[in-house]
C-alpha cells in the first residue's frame, strides 16, 4: 500500500466511522462499531481498494491511531472525532491541570466571547501539549492556541473524557477558563 493509498483510505475511513457511514452504504452501531466483515463487503461494493491486510496495516500505522478494533478484532470504530451521535462510552476521569487547544485566529474573537463548543462533533477536542494543540489548530488556517484550566474545570463540576487515542473531550469549555497563549 503506496503512502498516497493509505492517506486515501484513512480519510475515507474517517469519513464513513465519523460522519457519514451511509456513504458506503453502512450503519454504526450505538457505541460507533461496525462489522470489519460488512466494512470491507460495502468498499468492495463500491469499487473501494480496501482490504483486511490493508485495514489492519493502516490501523496500526495511523499516526493518530484514529481507528481501533474491538477486542475480537470483529468490529472496528473511530476513537474521537465523530459528527454523528455516537455513545463511546469513555469513563469520566480527572485531567491534567492544564489543556490546550488550537484554533485559527479567525475564530479567536468567538471562542473569547461564546467559549469552546463542540460545533459540528459530538464533543470539544482538546490536546495534552501545545505543539500538538498549534498542528490541530493549523489545519483551520493561521493557528492560536488556548490554554484551558482543566483542573479548575473539573473541580468545578465539568467531566473530562480521554479517548482511547489520547484525545481529551468534554462538552464545553466556558470562556472564563481559557487563556489566548
Ligand atoms: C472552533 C482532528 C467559533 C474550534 C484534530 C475549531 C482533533 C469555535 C472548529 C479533532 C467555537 C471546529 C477535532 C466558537 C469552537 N466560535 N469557533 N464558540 N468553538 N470553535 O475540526 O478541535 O485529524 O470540529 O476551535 O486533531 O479542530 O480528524 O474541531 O477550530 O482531534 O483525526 O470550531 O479533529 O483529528 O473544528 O478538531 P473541528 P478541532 P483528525
Known amino acids: 500500500l503506496s503512502e498516497k493509498e493509505t492517506t486515501r483510505l484513512s480519510k475515507l475511513l474517517s469519513l464513513v466511522l465519523r460522519h457519514n457511514p451511509g456513504y458506503l452504504g ?3 452501531d450505538a457505541q460507533g462499531w ?11 461494493a463500491h469499487q473501494v481498494p480496501l482490504t483486511r491486510e490493508n485495514l489492519q496495516y493502516i490501523v496500526e500505522t495511523n ?45 479567536q474573537a468567538s471562542i ?3 467559549g469552546l463548543q463542540k460545533m459540528s462533533r459530538q464533543h470539544v477536542h482538546l490536546s495534552a501539549d501545545v505543539a500538538t494543540a498549534r498542528q490541530v489548530g493549523s489545519r483551520h488556517g493561521q493557528p492560536v492556541v ?24 468534554t462538552e464545553e469549555v466556558p470562556a472564563k477558563y481559557l487563556q489566548l497563549l
Open 26 to 28: 453502512l450503519m454504526l
Open 34 to 44: 461496525v462489522e470489519v466483515d460488512m466494512l470491507l463487503a460495502q468498499a468492495k
Open 63 to 107: 499516526a493518530k491511531q484514529r481507528f481501533r478494533f474491538s477486542e475480537d478484532q470483529q468490529r472496528i470504530r473511530a476513537s474521537q472525532g465523530h459528527s454523528v451521535e455516537v455513545a463511546l462510552g469513555y469513563a469520566p476521569v480527572p485531567p491534567p491541570d492544564v489543556l490546550y487547544h488550537g484554533t485559527a485566529t479567525r475564530f
Open 112 to 114: 473569547q466571547q461564546q
Open 146 to 169: 488556548f490554554a484551558i484550566e482543566a483542573g479548575r474545570m473539573h473541580a468545578d463540576g465539568y467531566a473530562f473524557y480521554q479517548a482511547d487515542n489520547g484525545v481529551w473531550l
